[in-house]
C-alpha cells in the first residue's frame, strides 16, 4: 500500500504558476511511475504528466512546455511545475502512483488548481 499526500494548490491569476508536491510514503519500493491528473467540473479525469522509475517523462499535449514534472527520491516526493497557468487548468488535480507487480493504482485526495482573474 502506498498513501499519497498533494499540497500546493490554490488560487492563481491567468499566467501564473503554482507548484504541486505529492508526498509518498508506505510501500515506496512498489512504485513504478508517479504522475499527475486532474478532473474539471463535467469532465473526465485525464493524464496530465507521469515520471516514470527510469526518469522517463510524458505530458498531455495541453500542458507540454508549461508544465513540468520532477521527483526527489531522497523526500518521496514528486513535483508538478505549473507555468503560464490558463483558465483551463481549473481542476482538481490528483496525485497517482503506479504500483508493481500488478500495475494497479492507488490516488491521493486531490488538490484545487483555480486559474481566475
Known amino acids: 500500500q502506498v498513501q499519497l499526500v498533494e499540497s500546493g494548490g490554490g488560487l492563481v491569476q491567468p499566467g501564473g504558476s503554482l507548484r504541486l508536491s505529492c508526498a509518498a510514503s508506505g510501500s515506496i519500493f512498489s512504485i513504478y511511475a508517479m504522475g499527475w491528473y486532474r478532473q474539471a467540473p463535467g469532465k473526465q479525469r485525464e493524464l496530465v504528466a507521469r515520471?516514470?522509475?527510469?526518469?522517463?517523462?510524458n505530458y498531455a499535449d495541453s500542458v507540454k512546455g508549461r508544465f513540468t514534472i520532477s521527483r526527489d527520491n531522497a523526500k518521496n516526493t514528486v513535483y508538478l511545475q505549473m507555468n503560464s497557468l490558463k483558465a483551463e487548468d481549473t481542476a482538481v488535480y490528483y496525485c497517482n502512483a503506479v504500483l508493481e507487480p500488478t500495475m494497479a493504482g492507488s490516488w491521493g485526495p486531490g488538490t484545487q488548481v483555480t486559474v481566475s482573474s
Open positions: 515520471i516514470r522509475r527510469g526518469g522517463s517523462t
